[in-house]
């Protein structure tokens, strides 16, 4: 009889083995309930944040569908007591919320009657058993400031980690044409409207195929090799609802080869707004740029490579606020303590420089090339800025003598760091060079601004350069134009320059000819002056900047490539537009 022996592997599992594997599975599974509560948890917050918000609309659009009358008549004195929100200074009541930036004097209407939501002004209502106290306000900085409407939604639950508090504000303002009783100034014809854009025109430096821009450039497989310069915007609207968007974006490098295109750096920031409950948009925004990336891209062929490289360091952030902004930067970074809504933004250039570069290794059998610049650009001595607000309050930077319904302002500046457009590749002894010869085009310290406003107390729209020189070559050395003082469109077409460069059997010729515009900064202004009603439009737009540098390279006299450097160093601009309500 064989005895039976146990086989390899067949022992099962031991009760050790059992023991880890259920702790194992026991700590994944606290895990994966821990991350489960707080899923849930941060989804009841959100849901509860939203409820709190249409609460405060739908209090908003209940205070817009009364009598202008009543609403301006004001709270009722003896419903204001216990409200922690209002405050009474000097005998004066003060709606003040610290945290949002509002202290603003209460409008009371003594013993007078008023209909909810402005008595009783608190109210609570319990959605999905949780109690949100909803409160509504009426305020006026002056007598001849609008009214503005305040709604507050406080909650506290499970789930709050204490009491949470929300506001939303709207605008009442009223011509002499929709005071009647019968008519409503918050729907839409008795509502004024404002908007605000600013910002920077596109600037970016490109090499392209001289004679057809949808062509391989000569020598090369690829289209074009490029830099795009940092962006920004920043856009306003307000009327029934206020919305609000900036948007800001870094350096791009970017190549195209065969209709594909490579990009390094370019990392945007957005902040979108709006108060319109339905739209979806956060009623404020914050955004900042993610770290920039300096990857060069580059196109090439039998002529050699062509490569762009991004800086290395931008930066830029953008803030956005559609129902009331208690600071937002003007483009000096002074804060404009608006109290409305307001978007802006701000980007910069501080690392290594933006650079287009050429290597032209089709020379290399009868002279070897070292790399060289077709265009750099330094990094940018301050902040490129952008603002667009509402400003119902005299004496700010902004609309300084404004009253009543209040202006539309926008407003952008930026400081352009060196740009040096049309190098040469090194000489040699024995090379034909021109003595002195740095670049064809500098143009350095650029420094200007564009201001636009529309509505009551605005000034003329006006654009600014403060500073600014622009170099070129005229054959023999650089000739300087002051950049403040240029008042008029110019075209300078300097002398081509050349540099020949001794080789085995032969010699390479590089040419370099470049011409040069500078356009005429504009200002326009449409509706009355001043604009207290109608539609107004005022418009300030710096002067742009086009460097165009034609190369052309030849090898023992035969063409090794030919290509052009367009460079469009944009400006900046600004627009205010106000549509003052019409009569009913």
């Not at 420094?447 to 107390?457: F, I, K, L, P, V």
């Amino acid at each position: 009889m064989r005895s039976m022996r146990s086989q390899p592997g067949a022992e099962g599992f031991t009760l050790i083995e059992m023991v880890v594997t259920l702790t194992i599975i026991v700590m994944v599974m606290t895990s994966m309930i821990a991350l489960y509560l707080r899923s849930l948890h941060s989804i009841s917050l959100a849901r509860q944040r939203q409820q709190a918000s249409a609460l405060a609309a739908r209090s908003l659009e209940e205070l817009r569908a009364l009598p202008y009358a009543v609403v301006t008549a004001g709270l009722r004195a003896a419903d204001l007591a216990g409200d922690a929100n209002i405050v009474q200074v000097s005998g004066v009541y003060r709606l003040r919320l610290t945290a949002n930036g509002i202290d603003e004097p209460l409008l009371v209407a003594g013993t007078t009657t008023t209909p909810a939501p402005l008595n009783p002004h608190v109210a609570t209502q319990t959605v999905d058993g949780v109690t949100y106290t909803v409160s509504s306000y009426v305020t006026r900085t002056s007598s001849t400031a609008p009214f503005t409407l305040t709604s507050v939604v406080s909650w506290s639950s499970n789930v709050s980690s204490g009491t949470r508090k929300i506001a939303q504000r709207s605008t009442a303002y009223s011509p002499s044409g929709c005071l009647s009783t019968a008519t409503h100034p918050f729907a839409g014809p008795c509502q004024s409207s404002f908007t605000g854009e600013a910002g920077t025109t596109a600037a970016s430096i490109s090499v392209l195929n001289d004679a057809d821009s949808t062509q391989p450039v000569a020598g090369f497989t690829g289209t074009s090799a490029e830099l795009e310069l940092p962006l920004m915007s920043s856009s306003l609207a307000v009327e029934q609802t206020s919305s609000a968007t900036t948007r800001v974006a870094t350096t791009e490098a970017g190549a195209v080869t065969g209709g594909t295109r490579t990009a390094s750096g370019d990392r945007p920031a957005t902040a979108a707004t709006s108060s319109d409950p339905g739209g979806g948009a956060p009623v404020t925004a914050t955004a900042t740029t993610p770290a920039q990336t300096s990857t060069p891209v580059s196109i090439s062929g039998t002529a050699g490579t062509l490569t762009a490289t991004p800086s290395s360091a931008d930066s830029g952030s953008a803030a956005s606020a559609a129902s009331s902004s208690t600071s937002c930067p003007d483009p000096g970074g002074t804060a404009l303590p608006t109290g409305r809504p307001c978007t802006s933004g701000n980007v910069r250039s501080t690392g290594t420089d933006s650079v287009l570069s050429a290597n032209l290794s089709g020379t290399n059998a009868v002279r070897t090339l070292g790399a060289f610049d077709l265009a750099r650009v330094a990094a940018a001595p301050s902040d490129t800025r952008a603002v667009a607000t509402r400003i119902v309050t005299a004496g700010s930077v902004g609309c300084p003598t404004t009253s009543g319904d209040g202006c539309a302002y926008a407003s952008a500046s930026r400081a352009l760091g060196t740009v040096t457009l049309g190098g040469l590749p090194t000489a040699q002894a024995g090379d034909t060079w021109p003595a002195g010869y740095t670049s064809a085009v500098r143009v350095s310290g650029l420094t200007e601004s564009a201001r636009a406003e529309a509505g009551t107390g605005e000034r003329t729209p006006a654009y600014t350069r403060s500073a600014g020189t622009l170099s070129y070559w005229n054959g023999s050395g650089m000739t300087s134009v002051d950049l403040a003082t240029l008042a008029t469109p110019a075209t300078i077409d300097p002398p081509a320059v050349s540099a020949t460069y001794v080789g085995t059997g032969g010699n390479v010729v590089v040419t370099a000819d470049a011409s040069i515009t500078v356009g005429s900064a504009t200002t326009t202004s449409s509706g009355s002056l001043p604009c207290t009603s109608g539609l107004c439009t005022r418009t300030a737009k710096g002067s742009a900047f086009n460097v165009t540098i034609l190369y052309v390279v030849t090898t023992g006299g035969v063409q090794t490539t030919r290509f052009v450097v367009t460079a469009t160093l944009g400006t900046v601009s600004a627009e205010a537009t106000y549509g003052g309500a019409p009569s009913a």
